[in-house]
C-alpha cells in the first residue's frame, strides 16, 4: 500500500500557469495547469490553491488531481461552481489561460490508489466527487491494467456526468471496467443509466459485476451521499477497514 | 504575489471579526465533516473510555460512570485543516484534567495518542491537554454529539487543527516520545497549530 511514509519535505507553493480550461459541465470546468516542474502524485490526491489578493488577503481551496500521474508538468484539476462560494466563482468568471496561480502538494496519504495496490476495486462517486475517481480510471487505463473495477456515479442528469464520454469509453473497452450511472432528476434516461439514488440495491448491483468482493472501496462526494453509500456498504458485509472515504461541504 | 483579478470578494464573514481568522481559513456557518471511513455508530451501553500509560490500562470509564465526572461547558472557535472555520461552537464534555484528576493520574510522560473506534489515533502533547485546553466532549450545541461528528464522545482540543479533536474517541494513551498518528502518518503536521499554518509535515 502507497502510504505510511512520513514526508519531512516541505511541500511549496509554486506559481502554476494555466494552459487549457475546458467546461466539463454546466457547473464544472476543468482547468490545466503547467507547474515549474514534473508533479509525482498518486491518484486520489489533490492539490492545494491559493489566491492572493494585492492587500495580502489570501483564500484556499483544495481541489483533486483529475489527470492522471504521468510525470509531466502538466495537470488537471476539475472544479466545480458553487454559487455563494469565494475561490470556485473566481475560477469561473476571472481565471484565464496565461494566469498563474498558486499550487502545493500533492496532498492525502489515505484517499489514494494505483494500480500496484491491485483490486478488486469498487468505486462510489457523487457530483464532483467522482474526480479522484476518475484519476484512478485514468491510471488504470494508462497502465493498460485489468484489475476489475466497477464505478457507480451519481448525478443530477446525464448533462451533469463529468467526463461522462470518456467513462462510458472507458467502458466500451470491455477490460473488467464496469460504469453503472445514476441519475437522480432524470425519469427518461438514455440506455445504459439508471435512475434514482445510490441504495443498498444499487450497490449491491454494483458488487456483483466484480469477480470476487473489493480489496478496496472509495467513496467520495458530499457528505449525505457519503454517509448513504458507507452504510449500505456496511450493510452489505463490506469490512469497515476496506472502505475509504472523502467529503466535500456540510 | 497577488493573483490577477483576486480582491477576495467573500471575505466579509470574517472581515467583521478582525485577528479571529487564521491564515488561509474561511468562514462556515456549516458544519462540515471529515473521516477517512464509514460512521461507526457505537451504542452508550457499549461505549467505554480508557486511560492508558504506555500499554498499560490506569482506568476505564462506562458511559454512565463518565456522564457522572464534572461536567464543563465552552464555546470556543475551531479550525480544520481543509480550510474552514467555525465560531462559537458548544460543547460540553469532561476536562482532560478532571479526567486525571478522577484516575488519581499525574501526568507520567509530555506526550498522548488518542485512539478511537475506528482505528484512527492523533498525537497531543500533554501541554495543549491540561489548563482546560483539551478536553472529552459528549454533547454539542446542548444535545448529544451525532454519530458523523464523532459522538458519542469526541476529543476537543479547539487551539489545534481540527483532526486533532479525535471523534469516536476510546482511549487516550500517554506516550514515551511524540508518536505520529492516522493522518500526521500521511503527510499532515505533527502539532497543526492553525495561527502559524502548520497543515502539512513541514510547515
Redesign the interface.
Known amino acids: 500500500m502507497a502510504?505510511?511514509a512520513?514526508?519531512?519535505?516541505?511541500?511549496v507553493w509554486q506559481?502554476a500557469t494555466v494552459v487549457a480550461i475546458e467546461r466539463r459541465t454546466p457547473t464544472v470546468k476543468s482547468f490545466f495547469f503547467r507547474l515549474p516542474r514534473a508533479l509525482s502524485f498518486i491518484p486520489g490526491q489533490h492539490m492545494?490553491v491559493?489566491?492572493?489578493?494585492?492587500d495580502g488577503?489570501?483564500?484556499?481551496?483544495?481541489y483533486s488531481i483529475a489527470s492522471a500521474p504521468d510525470g509531466t508538468e502538466r495537470i488537471e484539476l476539475a472544479i466545480e461552481l458553487l454559487q455563494d462560494?469565494?475561490?470556485s466563482p473566481?475560477f469561473f468568471d476571472?481565471?484565464a489561460v496565461g494566469?498563474?496561480?498558486?499550487l502545493r502538494g500533492p496532498?492525502?496519504?489515505?484517499?489514494m490508489w494505483s494500480v500496484d495496490d491491485g483490486g478488486p476495486l469498487l468505486l462510489v462517486g457523487g457530483g464532483s466527487g467522482v474526480v479522484p475517481l476518475a484519476c484512478m480510471l485514468r491510471h488504470r487505463a494508462a497502465r493498460r491494467s485489468a484489475i476489475p473495477v466497477t464505478l457507480v456515479f451519481s448525478a443530477r442528469t446525464a448533462a451533469d456526468l463529468i467526463f461522462g464520454d470518456e467513462l462510458r469509453m472507458l467502458r466500451a473497452r470491455r477490460d473488467g471496467f464496469h460504469f453503472i450511472p445514476t441519475l437522480t432528476r432524470e425519469t427518461n434516461p438514455a440506455p445504459g443509466h439508471r435512475v434514482g439514488r445510490i441504495d443498498g440495491s444499487l450497490l449491491s448491483d454494483a458488487l456483483a459485476l466484480l469477480p470476487s468482493p473489493p480489496k478496496l472501496v472509495f467513496v467520495c462526494g458530499a457528505?449525505a451521499f457519503v454517509?448513504t453509500a458507507?452504510?449500505a456498504?456496511?450493510g452489505l458485509g463490506i469490512p469497515?477497514?476496506t472502505?475509504?472515504?472523502e467529503?466535500y461541504?456540510? | 504575489m497577488a493573483t490577477r483579478g483576486f480582491t477576495g470578494r467573500g471575505r466579509g464573514t470574517g472581515a467583521e471579526h478582525p485577528g479571529r481568522l487564521p491564515p488561509g481559513q474561511f468562514l462556515t456557518t456549516d458544519f462540515p465533516v471529515l473521516s477517512a471511513g464509514p460512521t461507526p455508530h457505537i451504542a452508550r451501553e457499549d461505549w467505554r473510555f480508557e486511560l492508558r500509560v504506555g500499554p498499560r490500562q490506569i482506568k476505564s470509564w462506562s458511559w454512565g460512570d463518565f456522564i457522572r465526572l464534572p461536567i464543563t461547558k465552552v464555546t470556543p472557535d475551531i479550525h480544520c485543516v481543509t480550510k474552514w472555520s467555525k465560531f462559537d461552537t458548544n460543547w460540553e464534555g469532561v476536562s482532560i484534567q478532571d479526567l486525571l484528576a478522577d484516575a488519581a493520574l499525574e501526568p507520567p510522560t509530555a506526550f498522548t495518542l488518542a485512539h478511537s473506534y475506528d482505528g484512527y489515533s492523533t498525537n497531543v502533547p500533554v501541554k495543549d491537554l491540561l489548563g482546560g485546553r483539551g478536553m472529552v466532549a459528549i454533547a454539542y450545541d446542548g444535545k448529544p454529539i451525532a454519530a458523523e461528528h464523532g459522538g458519542p464522545a469526541r476529543l476537543l482540543i479547539p487551539h489545534l487543527y481540527f483532526w486533532k479533536s479525535a471523534k469516536w474517541v476510546k482511549a487516550l494513551q500517554f506516550t514515551e516520545r511524540d508518536e505520529a498518528g492516522f493522518w500526521e502518518l500521511r503527510g499532515y503536521h505533527m502539532y497543526g497549530d492553525p495561527w502559524r499554518e502548520q497543515r502539512y509535515s513541514g510547515d
Open positions: 502510504q505510511g512520513l514526508r519531512l519535505v516541505k511541500l506559481p492545494d491559493r489566491l492572493t489578493a494585492p488577503y489570501e483564500a484556499q481551496r483544495s462560494g469565494e475561490v473566481f476571472t481565471v494566469d498563474e496561480i498558486d496532498i492525502g496519504g489515505h484517499f457528505n454517509e458507507a452504510d456498504l456496511l469497515p477497514t472502505i475509504r472515504t467529503r461541504g456540510g
